[in-house]
């Protein structure tokens, strides 16, 4: 069974700082999917990045990049110049390549960025 | 484009009770797949419907049980409650099995 590990409860950082998110994940599995996911206090669950573990270049989108390490099974989750709205919980999950598509979660870290 | 819905928004049920809880799967996609979110916790797979099709389940008992109808909408149904399936429930459609999940705004369920 997959199990998905975030080590950080709660973060804070002041606006426009850099924030890094840790992840880490046990699977015997050598392809999946790895995605962060970002849910507001309204609760609506976002997709913020997805990483195919094949794929060796670390994905990006815009202010939000990942550190992924296949051999470390780790997956942290870096947020440049952050702002007042990405003040969120944030998920890591896991899913298989192959099977019934399920997404295994962590925890969650509850990040608030202040003015 | 109209994205996940789910209602209600709110539902507050007694011990024993039975309870549905509904998606609207966002259009065109023929997946849904259901999530239960504790309290603080991540949010856990509850089972996952295909094209009509139970196409995996967690780890739930069978007094969870849900239905996806041809217009991909879904329900969850569930038995015989107890305090511990008090949650928010989480729906996600995806246009297959292995694209990106769309999530709803959830359900927010209370046993008492």
């Known amino acids: 069974a997959q199990t998905v590990t975030q080590s950080q409860p709660e973060m804070s950082v002041q606006e426009a700082e850099t924030v890094t998110l840790s992840c880490t994940y046990d699977?015997?599995?050598?392809?999946?999917?790895l995605f962060w996911y970002k849910q507001p206090p309204s609760r609506q669950m976002i997709l913020v990045i997805r990483?195919?573990?094949?794929?060796?270049q670390n994905a990006t989108e815009n202010r939000f990049s990942v550190n992924f390490q296949k051999a470390a099974k780790s997956f942290s989750l870096k947020i440049s110049d952050s702002q007042l709205g990405d003040t969120a919980m944030y998920f890591c999950?896991?899913?298989?390549?192959?099977?019934?598509?399920?997404?295994?979660f962590g925890q969650g870290t509850r990040l608030t960025i202040n003015p | 484009e109209t994205g996940v819905t789910q209602s209600p928004t709110h539902l507050i049920k007694t011990r024993g009770q039975q309870v549905t809880l509904r998606c609207s799967s966002q259009?065109?996609?023929?997946?849904v797949s259901w999530y239960q979110q504790a309290l603080g916790q991540g949010p856990q797979f509850i089972f996952q419907?295909?094209?009509?099709?139970?196409?995996g389940r967690g780890n739930f008992p069978p007094r969870f049980s849900g239905l996806q109808f041809p217009n991909y909408s879904s329900e969850l149904n569930v038995n015989a409650l107890e305090l511990d399936d008090s949650a928010l429930y989480l729906c996600?459609?995806?246009?297959?099995?292995?694209?990106?999940?769309?999530f709803g705004p959830g359900t927010r369920l209370t046993v008492l």
């Open positions: 996600a459609s995806s246009l297959t099995a292995r694209e990106e999940q769309f």
């Open positions: 419907y295909y094209r009509e099709e139970e196409n």
């Open positions: 699977t015997s599995e050598n392809n999946y999917y």
């Open positions: 259009s065109g996609h023929n997946t």
């Open positions: 999950a896991f899913m298989k390549y192959q099977g019934a598509q399920k997404l295994v």
């Open positions: 990483q195919e573990a094949y794929k060796q």
